[in-house]
């Protein structure tokens, strides 16, 4: 049965206590001190993980685990109807706003089975740095209005695990492509050409792949998501404990690690065709084309992780925004509000500017100077139009201003 959470009712569910020692006060894993300690007195206690080291499991056997286990032992869950993601929690702490989306349509829900978490990255940055991260990016962005520099420490930061399969594989195979030899000659009448002669080449490659990370998020295609990647998941992990997510938040992985595995593959077909591209151009050749590359794989191993993300919604003049940083590494990442008047005045100064040259030209010719403002405006524009990665056309290629995340609406 699914009971709703409205946003006034701001209620504690407690699902499972872990309380200090010395004091009874909570414990939570403090990110400054990279310890589970008390809140009240600070006395630290033991991380207790679920098993001993990190394991990776064959993908083979990934149907049996996947019916196995409830993945977040001593977690409560709810669920968005708004954006779909399953959102964990701690022994104390409540989910009334969705962190993925903003929404405040959860509703709590009873775990269904999954694998549970087999390592995690724990937050490095606390909430004031990752602050301080995002005072620092907004201030950058261009067209942004300057009343959000201002109010930006509004947004509330959540701190989120986000799911992610990591994938070990050998990957072997073949290549074909063709290996090209520039010259040049000089013809009959003297002038120099260059043409490339081509050759067919093949060979093999391989390699072994540790820890290809696949997004498991219900939001694994946001552009906001892939800007903040890539984390440490090699040196930087620990075997997981649900006292981890004490104070935080988790997302449920919305992909199996079965299906994510395609993704990976894809990886693997990317490394591949580099290597291929790499052993053509030391076969002596100057370019290289590869036309097929064709593998398997062999011992792929996977195992489940959390990772760490700070992420926030701010409105800005009545829309919903939000933006993220990597918990680990400080990356920000996120869709914010243009500020139209600055727009605007970007545009007449680069209007004055170009009429103006067009004066001086005119001006200095055999002909009087005679004012043409179309005909300049039309040339402004041109310009803004035909220079790429320029903010004019970062702003015209932006039909809409898009809310959070990509396309997706919070209902708020
Ligand atoms: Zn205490
Ligand atoms: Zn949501």
Redesign the pocket.
């Known amino acids: 049965m699914q009971q709703t959470i409205s946003a006034e009712e701001v209620k504690t569910v407690q699902t499972e206590h872990f309380l200090c020692p010395n004091c009874g006060g909570n414990l939570r894993y403090d990110i400054k001190r990279q310890l589970y300690c008390c809140e009240s007195c600070g006395s630290p206690d033991e991380i207790i993980p679920l098993h001993e080291g990190i394991r990776e499991y064959p993908l083979d056997g990934y149907h049996s685990r996947e019916a196995q286990n409830v993945a977040f032992e001593g977690a409560s869950c709810v669920f ?1 109807q ?2 779909g ?1 399953q959102i964990l929690f701690g022994q104390y702490d409540t989910a009334t706003v ?1 962190p ?2 903003g ?1 405040t349509q959860v509703d709590v829900k009873k775990q269904e089975s999954g694998i549970p978490p087999e390592g995690i990255v724990p937050f490095r940055l606390d909430q004031k740095e990752a602050q301080e991260k995002f005072h620092a990016w907004i201030k950058k962005r261009w067209f942004a209005p300057n009343s959000l520099k201002k109010t930006y420490q509004e947004g509330r930061l959540t701190g989120l695990y986000i799911p992610f399969w990591t994938y070990d594989a050998k990957a072997d195979g073949w290549f074909t492509g063709r290996g090209g030899r520039t010259r040049t000659y000089r013809d009959k009448d003297g002038h120099t050409h260059t043409t490339t002669d081509w050759y067919p080449v093949r060979g093999s490659v391989g390699q072994f792949f540790n820890d290809l990370q696949v997004c498991a998020s219900e939001k694994s295609n946001s552009k906001y998501l892939n800007d903040v990647l890539p984390y440490d998941t090699v040196n930087d992990i620990k075997p997981y404990s649900p006292q981890y997510i004490s104070g935080f938040q988790a997302e449920k992985y919305a992909w199996r690690g079965d299906a994510c595995f395609r993704l990976a593959e894809r990886m693997i077909k990317d490394a591949l065709e580099a290597q291929a591209r790499d052993s053509i151009l030391a076969m002596g050749y100057d370019q290289a084309q590869v036309l097929e590359v064709q593998f398997s794989c062999s011992n792929v191993t996977y195992k489940h992780v959390l990772l760490p993300l700070w992420s926030a919604v701010f409105s800005h003049k009545g829309k919903l925004y939000q933006y993220l940083i990597n918990g680990e590494t400080g990356k920000v990442s996120g869709g914010r509000p243009y500020s139209a008047p600055k727009i605007v005045a970007a545009v007449l100064a680069a209007i004055a500017v170009l009429a103006g040259l067009y004066f001086l030209i005119e001006s200095t010719g055999a002909y009087a100077a005679e004012y043409h403002p179309p005909a300049a405006q039309s040339q402004a524009q041109q310009v803004d139009l035909a220079e790429p990665g320029s903010p004019a056309e970062e702003i015209l290629s932006r039909v809409s201003l898009s809310p959070l995340w990509d396309e997706t609406k919070a209902d708020v």
Do not use: H, I, V, Y
């Open positions: 968005c708004n954006c993601a969705c993925m989306c929404s």
